[in-house]
């Protein structure tokens, strides 16, 4: 069983940066895909950004495009998300994944991933 601990999280006014850290521990392998969802009060989980356990494929919602960078350190066994430029309607609790399928598959079906973290609070103030 894999653990996920998110970490990172603030308040930032908005245009400020912050960056996430997924660590895992546990059976993680190289072949470990992972993937960052927020979820705001009153809404469903979305989806944000999800990462090939290479490095080399990665999915960014339409909304964080441009604005948050992927990406992983497998040595480490953590996963980042840097958000930059951040507004308001970034708020939302964020919350790691990770599967043994592919980023593609946490990213359509993130419910059938194998581990999620318990989140942490990004704060975007205007």
């Known amino acids: 069983q894999v653990q996920l601990v998110e970490s990172g999280g603030g308040l930032v006014q908005a245009g400020g940066s912050l960056r996430l850290s997924c660590a895992a521990s546990g059976r993680t392998l190289s072949s470990y895909a992972m993937g960052w969802f927020r979820q705001a009060p009153g809404k469903e989980r979305e989806f944000v950004a999800t990462?090939?356990?290479?490095?080399?494929?990665?999915f960014y919602a339409d909304s964080v495009k441009g604005r948050f960078t992927i990406n992983r350190d497998n040595a480490k066994n953590t996963v980042y998300l840097q958000m930059n430029s951040l507004k308001p309607e970034d708020t939302a609790v964020y919350y790691c994944a990770g599967t043994h399928r592919t980023a593609s598959d946490l990213r359509i079906a993130p419910e059938k991933s194998n581990d999620w973290g318990r989140g942490t609070q990004v704060t975007g103030s205007s």
């Open positions: 990462i090939s356990w290479s490095g080399n494929i990665k």
